[in-house]
């Protein structure tokens, strides 16, 4: 675009070129009758005074955006005609934050702002704390089995990879051979249940309750299957978790001796919290002989103190806490059947009374009252000692002498169930 302007004679007194290629303008100021020589190339155009120019001042853009719809709907630039420059809307962007110093740490700003970060740190913790425990529970596992003699200990000389293909392998054949084992007391306890049929002499109480073991197994055989195929590598998960998914025949004896220890744990646990529940069993029955089991299971918490008493799992809604807990005093009561007529407190072993103890929740119940007798007579003495066999067998006769009181005096129809859990509750309250 080209403008000028005529003075009175009619000569151009200054001239204006806007050239849109480059988005240049170029203002000169000419003397009056000053002549022009123009010249004009392919991209620019330029004009230059024959005589010397009193001044000249170039005005010069930024490049236009690439943006053809942009610069299609864009006016066309418009520049005074005076030799002003124009004013630049520099339009400043936003501020950018300060990087935290040592000092901003101790603002309580900084300290909220730090918060959510220090959240999100603690399960990245907790899952490599896990983890790591995990690992060191499996390495303790391998290495008491090799002791025992159940598992092979890697070559002296192998490398890291080849000392846990070793082990990967080794439990994989001790897995198996637990779940070909199953099969085997399936027989066993084929045999034994066909001898009985044909008037053989009947179960003894070990094989009653390798039976009952066996059926166990039995249920747990097929989701362990079917883990052991897919995906073996989390079976010391379930060991510490779940172990009431394992078969016996799969068990480890340290992770046997692990998943006792938890339950005694939880045994005590409830045993401790939970004692008024038992005090109020204990108050109900002996006001009201009469009531049924179900009366006394009726309190709200009632099923979960003697679910977890019993060493049951707890994780269950209230019914089939309820069955559970009738389902295992009845075993219960055949098994102090079997013991009453065998005799046979003086032929158990003590992890055989342990384990009678564990099952009747006397154990526990032992183990406090045996500590708080060391408490109170002899507070310095060895408490690591423990109790000796006479004490079980003790514990276990004073059951087996008031289950033979009950059934005495009670009816033959009498709810063995219900004098168990009043037997139960008579041990955790101290009322021998």
Known sequence: MIASKLNRNGLRRSLLITTRNQSTVVLLRLPRASPLFVSSGARSSSIVPASRCLGIRALSSNPPPTDKTASEHAPDAVTPTSSRKPKVDLRPGPVKPQRPTSSTAALPNAASSSAPSSKGSHPTTSSSSTSTSLIEATKRDYEAASQHGILAPPPK????AGSLFHQAKELFKFYWRGVKLVNTNRIRAREMQERVKNGGPPLTRWETRFIRTYKDDIVKLVPFAMIFIVIEEIIPLIVLYAPFLLPSTCILPSQKERIDDKRRAQQRTYMEGMADDFHEIYRRATADNSLSTDALLAGSTTPLSLTGVLGLSTFAPRPIRIRRVKRHLNFISEDDALLIRENGILSLSEADLR?????????????????????????????????????????????????????????????????RIVLLARAVIGKF
């Open 157 to 160: 000389d192998a490398s890291w």
């Open 355 to 419: 384990d009678a103890l564990e099952e009747r929740g006397l154990y526990e119940s032992l183990v406090l009252c045996f500590i708080a007798y060391l408490l109170i007579f002899f507070f310095h003495s060895r408490l690591t000692e423990g109790y000796s066999t006479k004490q079980l067998q003790s514990r276990l006769s004073w059951w087996l002498d008031q289950v033979k009181r009950s059934n005495a005096s009670a009816p033959a129809d009498a709810d063995a169930v219900r004098e």
